[in-house]
């Protein structure tokens, strides 16, 4: 098992700049690749960014040059840092691990609130 749990979610006018983090505990050893994904009211959670044991990462095309992932997987935590932020922005972010129990799992935090205004 993996829990999450996520932290920096603010309020932020447009323009601005937010770092959420996610604390990872549990069978962390267990853990291949991490990310964030957000899910505005009304849509459909989407990818943000993701990044593997390893360090390779990708981006949703929306946030490329804006938002970066980094991972230290010596304090289980993965950040994203999100500059030049926007109002299409706005949404509850999540974190996501896939972890390798014999079979590949998914464990997802319980969200942050990121509100972008104009």
């Known amino acids: 098992q993996v829990q999450l749990v996520e932290s920096g979610g603010n309020s932020v006018q447009a323009g601005g700049s937010l770092r959420l983090s996610c604390a990872a505990s549990?069978?962390?050893?267990?853990?291949?690749?991490m990310g964030w994904y957000r899910q505005a009211p009304g849509k459909q959670r989407e990818l943000v960014a993701t990044?593997?044991?390893?360090?390779?990462?990708q981006y949703a095309d929306s946030v490329k040059g804006r938002f970066t992932i980094s991972r230290d997987n010596a304090k289980n935590t993965v950040d994203l840092q999100m500059n030049s932020l926007k109002p299409e922005d706005t949404a509850r972010y999540y974190c996501?691990?896939?972890?390798?129990?014999?079979?590949?799992?998914?464990?997802w935090g319980q969200g942050t609130q990121v509100t972008v205004s104009s």
């Open positions: 990044i593997t044991n390893s360090g390779n990462s």
């Open positions: 996501r691990s896939q972890a390798w129990f014999g079979s590949l799992k998914d464990y």
């Open positions: 549990g069978s962390i050893f267990s853990i291949i690749t």
